[in-house]
T-cell receptor, first 112, second 119 residues
């Protein structure tokens, strides 16, 4: 079993839709959870960063962590064509290793 | 702020030659830089962790003699792909973790990537 599982999609939605992106993980040592957005042929940029279980909101983006289920989500409200990108979850453990473990990424297309 | 640059952004080389890729943190100092490789439709795979002034730590399966990493200063790390072969063609991305201060030291700031094509 891979450490982090993420459905690669592709996911296609109409403009204005609510988008739900998810990852599951197997290692309970993961304590930090991040979502990155990567446009084609560009480096990833950090969207959201969470530490504890629960929700964290930033504008149209909400990150949700359920440590008991080892399940993390990113919700995008009122999706825009400019949100079209690949979204990667990334996790790392508390202290010690600084290594980020990335999901495969989900390719999202928002159609106008 | 927190800008990381890579040079070149795109390079084509012949099989058997070596290619050097630079990663610079432009507005912050970073003791730690990371090198990733990303194949088409795949996720980022960490190749090595680079610490300023010391030897890089390579991930399992990554040949340290093929992928030479030098972290000579707090703002520059280089990756040299030696004797490149077509299977080394990939998107190479670096990231940098800032020293505590102006930017969040828990975060990795990514460069724009370098696309390497080996013919």
């Amino acid at each position: 079993q891979k450490e982090v599982e993420q459905d690669p999609g592709p996911l296609s939605v109409p403009e204005g839709a609510i988008v739900s992106l998810n990852c599951t993980y197997s290692n309970s040592a993961f304590q930090y959870f991040m979502w990155y957005r990567q446009y084609s042929r560009k480096g990833p940029e950090l969207l959201m960063y969470t530490y504890s279980s629960g929700n964290k909101e930033d504008g149209r983006f909400t990150a949700q962590v359920d440590k008991s289920s080892k399940y993390i989500s990113l919700f995008i409200r009122d999706s825009q064509p400019s949100d079209s990108a690949t979204y990667l979850c990334a996790l790392h453990t508390q202290g010690g290793s600084e290594k980020l473990v990335f999901g495969k990424g989900t390719k999202l297309t928002v159609n106008p | 702020g927190a800008v990381v640059s890579q040079h070149p952004s795109w390079v084509i080389c012949k099989s058997g030659t070596s290619v050097k890729i630079e990663c610079r943190s432009l507005d912050f100092q970073a003791t730690t830089m990371f090198w990733y490789r990303q194949f088409p439709k795949q996720s980022l795979m960490l190749m090595a962790t680079s610490n300023e002034g010391s030897k890089a730590t390579y991930e399992q399966g990554v040949e340290k003699d093929k992928f030479l990493i030098n972290h000579a200063s707090l703002t520059l790390s280089t990756l040299t792909v030696t004797s490149a072969h077509p299977e080394d063609s990939s998107f190479y991305i670096c990231s940098a973790r800032p020293l505590a201060g102006r930017f969040d030291s828990y975060e990795q700031y990514f460069g724009p990537g370098t696309r390497l094509t080996v013919t």
